[in-house]
């Protein structure tokens, strides 16, 4: 008996889409880097990363801790606190979101040029 699941049991068959769509989006990486930092409330969140709003963060956030990269954490005070911390998976993914976040600072011109050069020939 193989310990691979089936295609259907996942929502997206293709592990490499399933992953890309939800870290891809445009906050996600963000929210992960901003965490390599350590654990934070959601304001402070808020406030490091600048431009998102409260409802996308919020979206973020819960899309993370689904996938198990997050850990929300609620502390039974008044009021009450929640701190956002990364978990071991999202730990491991730090490594190459960090290549990836240098491979796109390097070539980040010669893809904007590309696009330049593509428009300006149609």
Request: net charge negative; hydrophobic share 35%; with cysteine.
């Amino acid at each position: 008996m193989s310990s691979l699941r089936d295609a259907h049991d996942f929502e997206q068959p293709c592990p490499i889409r399933d992953v890309l769509d939800r870290i891809g989006d445009q906050w996600s990486l963000l929210v992960l880097s901003t965490l390599e930092s350590g654990t934070f409330r959601f304001n402070t969140l808020l406030r490091e990363i600048g431009d998102i709003s409260k409802q996308m963060l919020s979206r973020t956030l819960k899309q993370l801790e689904q996938d198990g990269f997050v850990t929300r954490t609620v502390y039974a005070e008044v009021p009450p606190r929640v701190e956002y911390t990364l978990t071991d998976l999202g730990r491991s993914f730090l490594q190459p979101m960090q290549h990836l976040v240098a491979w796109a600072d390097e070539n980040h011109r010669t893809i904007v040029d590309a696009r330049a050069h593509y428009r300006a020939s149609r």
